[in-house]
């Protein structure tokens, strides 16, 4: 049997690849330099290919070498699962978990759900990393996150995706405007329409649900905070999910949230994690735990904020 890589000789390609620096690669992996290169030399012999163009003062990966760097992540990634899988046998709702949320989940329903977690299983521990949505998945892939929470829709390949509610987005308007109970989608004036900058995955959600192909000519936010701003000072209208609102962000706001007429923009909120995790009974508990927080807040009423249509449920 011809020889194989190892995992170590991986974990060396994955990291020189990250930092293009031998000397910072090493470090990463607490070893010399001497080690990391013998490494990655013998690595390419056995795979009797160049992975990595050294230069004096520069380090390139081959176009195979980055093939193979994005294989090796996912190796490692399989590897640790496996890893966890044993060491969890014993208690598999104990240890850390490595959670990605994007930012306009995490401060709106995290403070609801983490508290419940905690008092249902208090062996587990929540390690958070709040990214954009490409950021956390590529995480998630290389094995660095256990879990995401994202918003769909959302390509996600061959993920476990574990779909936990939809939510209906809501057209929020400075005070004065008189709008009919419930607004058509069709009747947003597209270059009044401020959007998050692009990244945001609630960005193409919106754009989508109001039927537009492209960005509209206008500013841009960075947060949902800065959205909220925006519309204050009459830079124009936004949509925000109904978490949002539920959680309090426009709280003794003068703005308007408006509901939408049938059929509403809507987004649909999803707890991923790869094929191969050790997590699984953590990932089903959270998810009940999710959304049965949020059946909770559905049988709340909304903040008090100036509001037209439905009555708050």
């Known amino acids: 049997?011809?020889?194989?890589p190892s995992l170590r000789q991986l974990s060396y390609l994955v990291a020189l690849a990250e930092r293009l620096n031998f000397?910072?690669?090493a470090q990463d992996c607490f070893v010399t330099q001497s080690t990391l290169s013998a490494g990655i030399m013998e690595l390419e012999s056995i795979l009797n290919a160049r992975l990595v163009e050294r230069e004096r003062h520069r380090v390139f990966?081959?176009?195979l070498g980055l093939e193979i760097t994005e294989r090796a992540r996912g190796l490692l990634a399989a590897a640790e699962d496996l890893?966890?899988?044993?060491?969890?046998?014993?208690d598999p709702l104990a240890g850390m978990v490595r959670l990605g949320v994007i930012p306009t989940i995490a401060p709106f329903l995290l403070p609801m759900v983490l508290p419940e977690m905690r008092s249902r299983y208090p062996g587990l521990q929540f390690a958070l990393r709040e990214d954009l949505t490409a950021n956390l998945l590529a995480r998630l892939d290389s094995g660095q996150l256990d879990f995401a929470l994202?918003?769909?829709?959302?390509?996600l390949g061959n993920l476990m995706t574990r779909t936990l509610f939809s939510e209906e987005l809501w057209l929020v308007t400075p005070p004065g405007k008189k709008n009919p109970r419930r607004v058509n989608v069709s009747a947003i004036n597209p270059e009044q329409l401020l959007l998050l900058e692009e990244g945001h995955c609630l960005r193409g959600h919106i754009l989508s649900g109001c039927g537009l192909n492209a960005r509209p000519h206008?500013?841009?936010?960075?947060?949902?905070?800065t959205l909220v701003q925006m519309i204050e000072e009459g830079m124009g209208v936004g949509l925000l999910p109904e978490m949002t609102l539920r959680a309090g962000l426009l709280k003794n706001s003068p703005l308007i949230a408006q509901p939408f007429a049938a059929p509403a923009p809507t987004r649909s909120i999803a707890?991923?994690?790869r094929?191969?995790?050790a997590r699984r009974d953590a990932f089903d508990r959270l998810s009940e735990v999710i959304i049965a927080q949020h059946s909770r807040s559905l049988a709340a009423k909304l903040p008090s904020v100036s509001r037209r249509g439905r009555p708050a449920t």
Do not use: D, F, N, W
């Open 1 to 4: 049997m011809a020889a194989l």
């Open 275 to 277: 094929a191969s995790t």
């Open 150 to 155: 994202i918003a769909l829709p959302y390509e």
């Open 23 to 25: 000397t910072q690669a």
């Open 271 to 273: 707890l991923v994690a």
């Open 83 to 90: 890893a966890q899988t044993a060491a969890r046998a014993a």
């Open 61 to 63: 990966m081959t176009p």
């Open 218 to 225: 206008g500013l841009e936010a960075t947060s949902l905070y």
